[in-house]
């Protein structure tokens, strides 16, 4: 895990990788329980296919307490689950090299 900057202008990138024998629909759905579990008061804003990846992948964007944003992009490949996320203050838009990191992340897992 990365983080740019403390305090509360923190933007903070994890990823983790897991065997799987699961599909991407179980994916997405273990990983928006985990986000609420961990997040208490997060609110999913969005859920799309990652569109970088030639694979399928998808992306998820949670409005978190204290005016934060959560991204989530995960994807199965290989058998295993990918999940890697980019979180950051909401007023602050997303950094190119922190969505890049997703989609290196997730798009070319091995």
């Known amino acids: 895990m990365w983080t740019t900057t403390s305090g509360a202008g923190a933007e903070r990138y994890s990823l983790s990788s897991a065997p799987t024998q699961g599909a991407l629909p179980d994916l997405a759905s273990s990983q928006a329980v985990d986000t609420v579990e961990r997040y208490p008061g997060a609110k999913l804003l969005h859920s799309v296919p990652f569109q970088p990846c030639p694979a399928e992948a998808g992306l998820a964007t949670y409005s978190l307490p204290g005016a934060r944003t959560l991204e989530v992009?995960?994807?199965?490949?290989?058998?295993q689950a990918v999940v890697a996320q980019y979180q950051r203050p909401a007023a602050v838009g997303d950094a190119p090299e922190a969505m890049s990191a997703l989609q290196q992340a997730v798009c070319y897992a091995p």
């Open 73 to 79: 992009a995960f994807s199965v490949n290989n058998g």
